[in-house]
RNA sequence: CGAGGUGAACAGGCGGUUGCGUGGCGCGAGCCAUGAGGAAAGUCCGGGCACCACAGAGCAAGGGUGCCGGCUAACGGCCGGCGGAGGCGACUCCAGGGAGAGUGCAACAGAAAGAAACCGCCAGGCUUCCUUCACGGAGCCAGGUAAGGAUGGAAAGGCGAGGUAAGAGCUCACCCGCGGGACUGGUAACUUUCCCGCGCUGUAAACCCCACCCGGUGCAAGAUGCAGGGGGCCAGACGGCUGCUCGCCGCAGUCCCCCGGGAUCGCUGGAGCCAUCCGGUGACGGAUGGCCUGGAUAGAUGACCGCCCAAUACAGAACCCGGCUUAUGGUCACGCUCGCGCG
RNA sequence: GGCUCCGUUGUCUAGAGGCCUAGGACGCCGCCCUCUCAAGGCGGAAACACGGGUUCGAAUCCCGUCGGAGCUG
């Protein structure tokens, strides 16, 4: 996931949370703002684990959502860790994303049906 | 065989597909190289570096350290000794100066907590009892005495003999402890032997005294500027208030300052690592040769597999080094210890 | 990243070497009172974050872990 797609600053991620609409499942939460570029942005906080959990859970998520860049609408995102994800597989992770997604309705519709 | 002790190295390797950071090459698609730890952690110490203050050092405050010698850039670290404590032992641990400067504290218990007479013991005086004296008993008075006594963590060195009215280092022998001096060994801490004096409670991780060390803040330090903001200046091309002059404002010019938003630098080659030899008991030092080994900035190592395999645990750089402490996996070495069994 | 502070019953707290077998308030449990509940009265359970050290003796002093707050940005 190349640079250009990270959301980075800290106040665009305080505009995430106050604007964003958000879905949730066991072990993720992800907000989504509109916007004008496609921007993604993960926080895993202090309660998920220590810090090489924590970089384990990032990396997870960044390699998950990355088959996806082509295919959603632009806007921003954050995808927020919760504790329960550090005992979290891959593969299940893989299946958060991709339903999240779909209960966002951020998917073009090129790929709707697949 | 079992239970220990000490020390050391390692922290998976190789190969695919795909993905990320940095560097190089290329117009480009892309290709090549490289890419977390022994603790990167806790932030407990010591430095480098940067800015601020003082630009001379001293004093005060506050903090730290505390046997001796050495190593080191420095240290509260390390090495080697000394002393003490623990362990059958290998060995381990110790904030290990000063209580002959002063102040404080020592609950409860106990007569009494460095100050002592409650009980007890003892000779004396007076009264009294036993028919009287003596001996003896009881009471009172004013004394002597630390040998004995509930206690306590700790009770005024210990034991024996002499001595005494009763006693007491009061005296003596031996032992113990402390201080001083001389001597032996040692650079020293300390120690051997002897002499003299003393018998003093513990506590300084209570205040304190003594010796030594320490200016403060920390890379989000700091530097350069871009955007922006503020102020001054002159006279002028321009616009507006107005048709003209003066005046004012804006813009432009130039100088200075601020700089929180953004960028670049700081940013990684260093008290560096490896090998051999030499000096040293050792920490370590020296010489020669070789090597280049992360630099991100929402923060780079992931996903899916194959083989070897016991291959897992603790765990992720954020300016950089030297330590300490804590977390943690199995392995190895020992001409180290103890116990059991067999020969 | 850096700096500072704090951990005592379920909660808020008192404590400053021995008086602590740790006190108080709210809460909890039981009993009394009441036709019942509340209020009231009586009684009870429940804690010094953990591990070492100093001391005769530690919640208190020292060291190290663990946990939690706050400041800076």
Redesign the pocket.
Known sequence: ???QY?????RA?QYVYRRGHSVACRDLVMLCAKGRELKV???VSKKVG????R??V???L??CF?PYLGDVKTGLYVIVARPSAAEA???SLQRDIRYLLKKQAALKEGNRAE
């Open positions: 996931m190349e640079k990270r959301l980075k600053k800290n991620f942005g993960f926080s220590n810090a090489v959990t970089n384990k990032k990396r997870r960044r390699e990355r597989t891959f593969q």
